[in-house]
């Protein structure tokens, strides 16, 4: 970890490094999030300490912990990009695209327990709520016709299982078999016709065979940081500006706000690109000014 060298009145006018102070007219923190640190994980969003995070292993949050020490206030950091249809370290993911052209989930009783579209945030809230954080996604002939290029490597992997019923689907899948007999059975009494108790209207009812595969939730990025004003400029707690410092990126506060449904496909880059340049922007502007 680095320490920021600074003027008396708080001014940060480098960065110390092993090898000697670097004199900096400007420093901008691009070090990402803290999807790799157990000890911050553990302190804010220790719902998500113990799943898989496939992000980059330099995601420790050291751009947060220093500018913790010259007094920057940090925001929204229980706030996360979650991944509700993960498979394992190294193995793609399922696409979301199963799931939103028709695909339930269900949890080890073979019970739906949210409305799966609501997609990663909600979906994810569910699945951390059950039993080793994983749950069982299921399709049907039609689906698996439709994505085979996404699906056919789970399959042929034997990871995504199939069955001519949705009985014999569960015992594979080691699930309760009357709930899931039950649950698709009412998915397709609703389909087309719907809205079920989550309000999700099944587009097209489930035709055998059918499929499953089990899938964890996981951590994507996390998108609290040290709070910035719209020039990247990072602040104190009182609003205060300590001059000379930046942060763009995970390091910083997202544009996803609280908990973990503001999320939208983007948001990760938009927030290391948008404010990445607009803190540079500003720096060189202010050292031209
Ligand atoms: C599987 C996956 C899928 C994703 N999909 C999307 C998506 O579809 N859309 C989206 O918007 N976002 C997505 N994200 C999130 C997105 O990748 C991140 O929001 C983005 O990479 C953050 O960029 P960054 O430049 O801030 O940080 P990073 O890309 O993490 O880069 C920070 C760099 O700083 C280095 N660093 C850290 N500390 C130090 C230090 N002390 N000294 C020197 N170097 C240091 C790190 O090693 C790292 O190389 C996804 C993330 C994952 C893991």
């Known amino acids: 970890m680095l320490d920021f060298q600074q003027a008396d009145d708080g001014t940060v006018t480098g960065v110390a490094t092993e090898s000697g102070v670097i004199p900096a007219a400007k420093v901008i923190l691009a070090s990402g999030g803290f999807g790799a640190s157990q000890e911050l994980l553990t302190q804010y969003i220790p719902a998500v300490a113990d799943v898989h995070f496939p992000g980059h292993h330099g995601s420790t949050g050291d751009g947060i912990k220093m500018g913790l020490t010259v007094g920057a206030a940090v925001e929204n950091m229980a706030s996360f990009q979650p991944y509700p249809a993960h498979i394992g370290p190294g193995m793609r993911s ?4 199963v799931i939103m052209a ?9 019970k739906r327990f949210v ?3 609501r997609y990663p945030g909600g979906l994810s809230n569910g699945i951390l709520q059950l039993p080793d954080k994983q749950a069982y996604e299921i399709l049907d002939k039609r689906l698996y016709e439709l994505l085979p290029h996404y699906l056919e490597e789970f399959f042929t992997s034997g ?4 069955a ?3 009985w014999d689907l569960a015992g594979k899948l080691g699930i309760d078999a009357e709930g899931l007999e039950q649950t698709v059975e009412d998915y397709n ?13 099944p587009p097209e009812p489930f035709k055998a065979p059918y499929y499953g595969i089990r899938v964890k939730a996981a951590l994507y990025h996390t998108q609290g940081g ?11 707690a009182d609003g205060s500006i300590i001059p000379n410092l930046y942060a763009g990126g995970g390091v ?8 973990m449904e503001g999320y939208l496909p983007g948001n990760g880059q938009l927030a290391s690109l948008g404010l990445g340049m607009l803190a540079a922007e500003h720096a060189a502007a202010s050292l031209m000014a």
């Open 94 to 97: 399922v696409s979301p695209e």
């Open 102 to 110: 028709g695909g339930i989930m269900v949890d080890p009783q073979g």
């Open 115 to 117: 409305d799966e579209t």
């Open 159 to 162: 990871l995504l299982r199939q």
């Open 164 to 166: 001519l019923t949705s």
């Open 189 to 201: 009494g609703l389909a087309g016709v719907g809205p079920d108790r989550f309000g999700r209207t």
């Open 226 to 236: 040290l709070k910035v004003n719209t020039d990247g400029q990072v602040l104190r």
């Open 252 to 259: 910083a506060t997202g544009v996803s706000g609280a908990g």
